[in-house]
Every structure is written in structure tokens, then in C-alpha cells.
């Protein structure tokens, strides 16, 4: 079999090397071209199967203005408890929110649940707390980000285009369309995305519920002029005043919510229902890995061998993988996705792992998915597996390792 012109070898190892470092150093000095950025270099990690990006406002405020400035596209959600508890019960839901560029983690349980597993969350990045922050950064009439409301109540979005555009903020409203109660379909016809490429925004704040929302952006991001999308359903009643934002000594004790219910009665009924698939979740999800905890067990270095075979590529897997040290995983992981053939993922050389390389595992899944390829594993111990399935990653376990071991199911997926 002939290789592919870039794979230099049957079987590579690949060295460990400092990238973070390296990123920073090309920023610092404007030259961002000279080395790529992609989800593999992301600081992306796990929670309970969903990405996190471990950044603040500040961060989140950045990576908006990069993307603006580059005219790059950027589509970021902000999960929640609701946003955590349709992951589970629709795996297109959890595929959407994987599509997304940047994931700020938002609600004080999610935060409580990153740190019992150690992902390095210090806040959360509510969206509204992010359209905040634009919005009062200083007004300079040649740099104010162009927003674009989509959706809301009726009314809404057109107040919020009136206060925005009456103060000296680092943000201003292009125009606002509420396409009322319609289906997908009919929220996509042309002359609607017409309407808000004409705006020429750089930001369109999406408010039509979180589901029909994040289906409209997946549906229509490519369609659209402007760079950064997020669904943000709050943020239009905020800005128009109708419906008042917690104070902050409310927010920092993790009450907001009980605010929203005074604000929104009708939301009492979604905030239980999701209060007690979160409780499930803790005991079925969250208890396995705590009980399970991968630590580092030894001084072996994280290292990935790439091995090309005819059906699919394996990438060996070996020693103690975690977030410092996983140079040599992202670079195999980078390479094999643009390959666009299924991976089987070896772990026979594995000692431990953390929710960092679960997060980067996920963003090899993303890529994956997108070209129709799969993640099949081989070789796992038996409390890592646990671990995979606690965060939603079922993977199929390959047909080599089940000839080999004799009859075992299709996939490994635990009934929790």
C-alpha cells in the first residue's frame, strides 16, 4: 500500500515539545500566522462529556476580537445545567455543542462539578456577563463591535437596539429581526439571512430557546457574513430592560437562578425538571470518577506512536497523559484527523489520564465526525473504560481487539 506523501513512516514517535510556550511567544510579538492554532491546541477539557475551554471573560472578550479582527469564524456557546442535561438525552445535542468553536462553561453547578474533577474552571463565563463586558469597554467610533439581535420577545430586541445605540458603548446595534414561532426551515429562508448580511454585523446574538437556537446557528453559521455567532438568549431582555439581572452578591452564591424565577415564573417548571437529571447524572456520571480517579502513577512521559493500517490508523497511546505533557498527543491526534480515516485509540501503554486529554480526545471526535470517519478503542483497562463512559464517550471497541478477546459487544457503552 502506498503511504500518504506527509506520513514519514509506518510507525512514528512524536516528541514532546513545549507548544503553549511557542504559541505565546508568536502572539506577543503579532506574528499569529507563523504557527497554527486549531481545536487541538485549544485548552479544552472535559465535563461530563461536554468541551470546556478554561479561559475567563477576558479571554472569551479576546478571542471575540480576534475573530472579528481576522474576519474568522467563531461560534462559541456558554453550557449550562439544561444545557448539560440535553447532551444526555440527545446525542445530536451533544454533537452541536461539540461543532462549536469555544465553550465557556456558564451556571454554578457546572462550575462545582469542573472542580470535584479537577477541570481548572475558577469562574463561570455567563453570556450575559460577556456582552456585558463589551458592552462597556470604552467607545471608539472605528472599533465598536456591530451587533446583530436575532430572535427575543416581541418588542425586545428593538429596545436593545435603542439603549445600545443611545449610550457611548464599545458596541453597536446594525439591526434586529424576530422571525417569530417558526421551524427551522422557515428561520432559514434566504431573504432572512439576506436581512442580516446587509446589517454587515460582527456579531449575531441569537435568542429562540437554546435548542432551536444552536440548531439555527449550526444550520445557517456558513451562510452568514459575520464572524462571531452565539446564542445568548438572555442578553436581549437584559439590554432591554425587561426583565432585570440578578444583583452580584445573588450571582457569586450561585442564586441566580432562583432570581430568574422571580423574574420568569414559567421558568420553575424546566429549573426543577433539570434539578433532578442533574441529581441522576451525579450519582450515574459523576460518582464513577470519583471512585475511578486516573492520577499519575509513574514518571513516564506521554507519548503517541501513529500506525497506519490498511483499514484504519491506531495511535498507540503511552504513559501518564495529562495536561502538562501532552505535546506529543496533540500533534498525532492533528495528524490523523486530517487524514479522514477512522482512528482506533490504543491504550495499552496507558497509566493515567485527566479530563484534558478526554477534552482533546473530543475534539479528535469533532473532527472525525464531520468527515463521516469514527473513534474505535483497544486495549483499556477496565476502571478507564468507566471513566469514558461516565463522559458520554461510548466509543465502538475494534474488530481487531474483539476477534481477539472473542465475542464482545458492538460497543462498550455501560448502562448508567
Known amino acids: 500500500m502506498t503511504k500518504p506523501a506527509h506520513i514519514i513512516g509506518e510507525a512514528e514517535q512524536i516528541e514532546d515539545v513545549p507548544v503553549d510556550a511557542v504559541l505565546d511567544q508568536h502572539e506577543a510579538s503579532g506574528d499569529v500566522r507563523a504557527i497554527r492554532r486549531d481545536d487541538f491546541d485549544r485548552d479544552v477539557w472535559c465535563l461530563l462529556g461536554l468541551p470546556v475551554d478554561v479561559t475567563d471573560v477576558s479571554g472569551a472578550m479576546g478571542e471575540i476580537d480576534r475573530a472579528v479582527r481576522n474576519n474568522k469564524r467563531l461560534s462559541f456557546v456558554t453550557p449550562n445545567v439544561n444545557w448539560l442535561v440535553r447532551s444526555f438525552r440527545d446525542q445530536n445535542a451533544r454533537k452541536e455543542m461539540l461543532e462549536a468553536d469555544l465553550s465557556l462553561v456558564d451556571g454554578a ?3 462545582a462539578l469542573a472542580k470535584l474533577l479537577g477541570v481548572p474552571t475558577t469562574s463561570r463565563v455567563a453570556g450575559s456577563d460577556l456582552f456585558e463586558a463589551l458592552r462597556r469597554r470604552p467607545a471608539f467610533a472605528s472599533e ?20 445600545l445605540n443611545r449610550e457611548k458603548s464599545g458596541i453597536e446595534a446594525v439591526g434586529c429581526y424576530n422571525p417569530g414561532f417558526g421551524d427551522l ?22 435568542a429562540l430557546g437554546a435548542e432551536k437556537g444552536q440548531a439555527w446557528i449550526n444550520r445557517n453559521q456558513t451562510r452568514l457574513v459575520a ?3 452565539a446564542h445568548l438568549g438572555a442578553v436581549i431582555d437584559f439590554t432591554a430592560g425587561g426583565i432585570s439581572r440578578a444583583p452580584r452578591f445573588i450571582q457569586k452564591i450561585g442564586l441566580e437562578w432562583v432570581w430568574r424565577i422571580k423574574e420568569e415564573p414559567a421558568l420553575w417548571r ?12 451525579a450519582v450515574a456520571r459523576l460518582l464513577p470518577q470519583l471512585l475511578f480517579a486516573s492520577r499519575a502513577t509513574s514518571d513516564t512521559q506521554a507519548s503517541a506512536r ?11 497511546l503511552a504513559g501518564d497523559i495529562h495536561q502538562s505533557s501532552m505535546r506529543p498527543i496533540r500533534e498525532a491526534f492533528r495528524r490523523v484527523a486530517a487524514m479522514e ?4 485509540l490504543d491504550f495499552s501503554g496507558v497509566a493515567s489520564f485527566d479530563r484534558a486529554f478526554l477534552g482533546l480526545v473530543l475534539m479528535l471526535e469533532k473532527h472525525l465526525t464531520k468527515s463521516g470517519q469514527k473513534i474505535y478503542i483497544n486495549s483499556i483497562r477496565p476502571s478507564h473504560l468507566r471513566v469514558l463512559n461516565a463522559n458520554q464517550m461510548g466509543y465502538p471497541i475494534s474488530e481487531a481487539a474483539a476477534r481477539q478477546h472473542g465475542a464482545l459487544p458492538a460497543t462498550h457503552q455501560a448502562a448508567v
Do not use: W
Not at 197 to 205: G, H, I, L, R, T
Open 227 to 229: 464572524p462571531v455567532l
Open 144 to 163: 465598536k463591535l456591530r451587533v446583530f439581535f436575532f430572535g427575543g420577545r416581541n418588542g425586545a430586541a428593538e429596545t436593545a437596539m435603542q439603549e
Open 109 to 111: 453547578p457546572l462550575v
Open 341 to 344: 480515516r477512522d482512528v482506533c
Open 306 to 316: 501513529v500506525d497506519i493500517g490498511s483499514a484504519k490508523t491506531t495511535i498507540v
Open 270 to 281: 424546566r429549573y426543577f425538571e433539570d434539578g433532578l437529571s442533574l441529581a441522576h447524572i
Open 185 to 206: 426551515d422557515s428561520m432559514s429562508a434566504q431573504p432572512i439571512l439576506d436581512k442580516i448580511n446587509e446589517a454587515k454585523p460582527d456579531f449575531v446574538v441569537v
